[in-house]
C-alpha cells in the first residue's frame, strides 16, 4: 500500500511540475513579462510608369436665342452633327457621352439700346479617343460640325488596375528592403510581415491642353501629343516582426 501511494506522489508531483513550465512559456509568448515582440514599420513608396492608351477630349456646343426652345432644339440639332462627324473620324458609339445640359437665361448689350434678354443652351461632351494617333482629327472634326469649345484633353490608362497592381508589389518590396537594412543595423534579421497598410493611390490623368476655345471653321493651331508616361504612385506602410 505504501508503494502505491509513492507512484501517487510522483505523478501528482511531476503534474504540478508540467503545469508550471507550460505557464512559463505562456508568459513568455504573450509578452507579458515586459519585453513584447520586437517589431519594424517602414514607409515605401512606389511609381510605375504606363504609356497612355486613351485620350478624353471635352467638346462644348453653346447656342442661343430669345426663345428657349429653340435654344435648346439648335443646341440638340449642332450635338447631333457634332456626335456624326467624331464617330465618322474613329470613335465608337459607345465612346461619346453627354456629361452636362444646361439652360440659362442672359442679358446681352446690357445697358445699349440693343439690349435684349436671350437664353442660352450649353451642351458638353466626353469623348473617348482609343487611337492617339487621331486625336487632333477628332478635335477638328468636332468643331467643324459646331463645337465651339475644346474644354481639354486628358490622356489616360485604360486599364489602371495593372497599374497600380505592379506599383504595390514595388511599394512593398521597397518596404522589406528598408526593414533588412534596419534590422542588420541593429543586430536582427526580418522574421515575418504583422500588418500591411496601403496609404493611397495616386494616377493622375495627363491634361494636354488648357480649356482654351476653338470656334468652328478655325485651323487646330497644335499638335496634340501624348506624354511618354502615365505615373501611378502607391504609398504603403508595413510592420514587419524581427528577431
Known amino acids: 500500500m505504501r508503494k502505491s501511494w509513492t507512484a501517487v506522489a510522483l505523478v501528482v508531483a511531476a503534474a504540478i511540475i508540467g503545469a ?9 509568448d504573450d509578452g507579458s513579462d515586459g519585453g513584447g515582440d520586437k517589431t519594424i514599420s517602414v ?3 512606389a ?22 426652345a429653340t435654344a435648346l432644339g439648335t443646341n440638340g440639332t449642332t450635338v447631333d452633327a457634332v456626335v456624326a ?44 479617343v482609343r487611337d492617339l494617333d487621331t486625336v487632333g482629327a477628332v478635335i477638328q472634326a ?10 481639354g484633353v486628358r490622356f ?4 489602371p488596375a495593372q497599374a497600380r497592381v505592379e506599383a504595390l508589389d514595388a511599394a512593398v518590396q521597397g518596404a522589406r528592403t528598408k526593414a533588412d537594412a534596419m534590422a542588420a543595423a541593429a543586430g536582427a534579421t526580418v522574421t515575418g ?36 508616361k502615365i505615373q501611378t ?7 514587419w516582426a524581427i528577431g
Open 20 to 28: 508550471s513550465l507550460l505557464g512559463a512559456q505562456a508568459f513568455a
Open 142 to 151: 468636332g468643331v467643324e460640325a459646331g463645337a465651339n469649345s475644346v474644354r
Open 85 to 128: 462627324a467624331i464617330e465618322a473620324a474613329g470613335v465608337a458609339k459607345d465612346d461619346v457621352h453627354t456629361t452636362r445640359l444646361d439652360l440659362n437665361k442672359r442679358t446681352i448689350h446690357r445697358r445699349t439700346p440693343q439690349e435684349a434678354t436671350v437664353y442660352v443652351a450649353d451642351s458638353a461632351l466626353e469623348v473617348t
Open 47 to 68: 511609381s510605375v510608369g504606363t504609356e497612355p492608351d486613351e485620350a478624353v477630349v471635352t467638346l462644348g456646343i453653346s447656342t442661343q436665342d430669345p426663345d428657349s
Open 156 to 159: 489616360d490608362v485604360s486599364d
Open 43 to 45: 514607409t515605401s513608396t
Open 193 to 228: 510581415v504583422v500588418t500591411i497598410e496601403e496609404q493611397g493611390t495616386s494616377q493622375p490623368g495627363y491634361r494636354a491642353v488648357a480649356d482654351t476655345a476653338y470656334y468652328a471653321g478655325a485651323a487646330l493651331s497644335a499638335e496634340v501629343v501624348a506624354p511618354d
Open 233 to 239: 504612385q502607391v504609398t504603403v506602410i508595413v510592420t
